[in-house]
């Protein structure tokens, strides 16, 4: 007879074993939850296996411990609904009506349709738009088609401004340069232009406050979004269209919160794993953290690119969507077993209701996959699909080994987002050595600069608040 070995607790499971200051009880029992249902079923195919052993060690935890948290703040706040917020709301969905019932199984949960561009582009109404951060923001993907998806246009209906302005159709799909991101900004000057954003914001305006108040967010029911986070801007649009239409802005629950600076917030903001508006030093060992853990949260549906009338229902309007490359990869796999580990924790819960999910705990297994891949681990996720760009357009690989050239790109970057990585650490496993040591060295000069300059740059614009406000109370 030979011995089971798979039975035993895996690297990634024994090392949370380990996790130390916090309950004892904890770390053990979420690691044996994820060997259980890691054991659940052998896979049909190897790269089944390998999802269902990482969902069931990374993606378990984490999506568990935070909807845990989501549920029990609105339980204690008395809300009566959640929203959560298509595309990252999709499994944290399914997560939450695994455990609701332990919690508060009076809470409606509901999903709603949005995206910066399905409420960013209303909440406008158009205007502003030529220094609006939501629209010039840089992905792989960034070029001017890209940019005028954002705001509901394509670059063939506006192609007339764009030749006029010096942006000829052989630059519209090409990787966004600096002279034609100028070029482009000079369009949206433009009076004409201008008048053709109004028109298509009012219009997707009205739709969208339709959907709003037929999904209940005009009722003053007491509810709150849910979202993975970051900045928190979609709570903002949406919290001044519910303003413009006599409503108070909701609440938002996130699993994290970056920098905003001093731009104001429509509606109350809570964060699980990290809020960088309170504390600005960074505490987790996990570079490039949204986009791992917007990784985790993918859908089985485009983003939603604006809203229309069907009948007297208001529905969403997709971006074109392929589901067989999510189908292939084994999307379905990774999140059935996520959801298993929730129900896992919600039958934990029937006899230990106080337990409490250190967000530190539930993120370091997150964190090591994520920051340390095995080789096996590089390859299974790295080949995952994924989008980074707001119109869900041009999926590509997380990962994939970088070639030598890829030092010209290191060193032309400003700061290592620019060079059109996504998992830079998954990259670097699939790169055979040398190149991966020395392209690793290269990461560290260019980030370290990187992060100097931040540093500089947040001091300099400090030091020019400071200075106003001297300034002000000398007067």
């Not at 996959?369 to 041009?394: I, M």
Request: with cysteine.
């Amino acid at each position: 007879m030979e011995p089971f070995i798979q039975g035993n607790l895996n690297t990634r499971e024994s090392h949370l074993t380990t996790t130390k200051g916090f309950d004892p009880v904890v770390p053990g029992l979420l690691a044996g939850c994820s060997r259980l249902v890691r054991l659940g079923d052998p896979g049909a195919t190897s790269q089944h296996q390998r999802l269902r052993e990482i969902a069931a060690s990374a993606a378990g935890p984490f999506l568990t411990g935070f909807v845990l948290w989501v549920l029990r703040t609105a339980k204690a706040q008395r809300l009566r609904r959640l929203y959560f917020i298509s595309r990252d709301g999709f499994i944290l969905l399914k997560v939450a009506k695994e455990l609701a019932a332990s919690i508060d199984p009076n809470i409606e949960l509901r999903y709603l349709y949005g995206s910066r561009q399905a409420w960013h582009f209303p909440a406008s109404r158009g205007i502003g738009l030529e220094n609006a951060s939501w629209v010039w923001a840089w992905t792989t993907s960034y070029s001017v088609a890209t940019v005028l998806g954002r705001v509901g246009l394509s670059a063939e209906t506006v192609g007339l401004f764009l030749e006029n302005g010096g942006i000829s159709p052989e630059m519209w799909n090409e990787p966004m340069s600096r002279e034609n991101e100028a070029k482009l900004k000079r369009v949206f000057l433009n009076p004409e232009f201008q008048l053709v954003l109004q028109r298509e914001a009012e219009e997707q305006r009205d739709l969208l406050v339709a959907y709003l108040k037929q999904e209940g967010l005009l009722s003053g029911i007491d509810c709150a979004i849910v979202d993975v986070g970051w900045q928190g801007n979609l709570q903002d649009s949406l919290g001044a269209i519910l303003e413009q239409e006599g409503c108070q802005p909701v609440n938002g629950l996130y699993g994290g919160l970056t920098y905003r600076g001093n731009r104001q917030e429509k509606g109350k903001r809570q964060a699980y794993l990290f809020d960088m508006r309170d504390d600005p030093q960074w505490r987790l060992p996990i570079s490039q953290p949204q986009s791992c853990i917007e990784a985790f949260c993918a859908a089985d549906h485009g983003s939603t690119l604006r809203y229309r009338a069907e009948g007297d229902t208001i529905v969403p309007v997709f971006q074109a969507w392929s589901r067989e490359p999510f189908r292939t990869w084994g999307l379905k796999v990774f999140q059935t077993v996520a959801t298993e580990y929730a129900a896992e924790i919600a039958r934990v819960l029937l006899w230990k209701n106080d337990l409490n999910i250190d967000p530190l705990i539930a993120a370091t297994p997150l964190a090591l996959t994520w920051s340390k891949p095995t080789l096996e681990e590089a390859e299974c996720l790295g080949s995952f699909p994924f989008v980074d760009e707001q119109v869900g357009t041009a999926a590509q690989p997380l990962a994939r080994p970088l070639p030598w050239e890829h030092f010209t790109r290191i060193a032309k970057s400003q700061y290592f987002k620019s060079y059109r990585v996504i998992w830079m650490e998954g990259c670097l496993r699939l790169t055979p050595e040398p190149r991966s040591s020395l392209l690793r060295l290269a990461k560290h000069i260019k980030n370290a600069r990187g992060r100097a300059l931040a540093w500089m740059n947040r001091a300099s614009t400090l030091r020019s608040t400071r200075n106003t406000g001297t300034a002000g109370l000398a007067e």
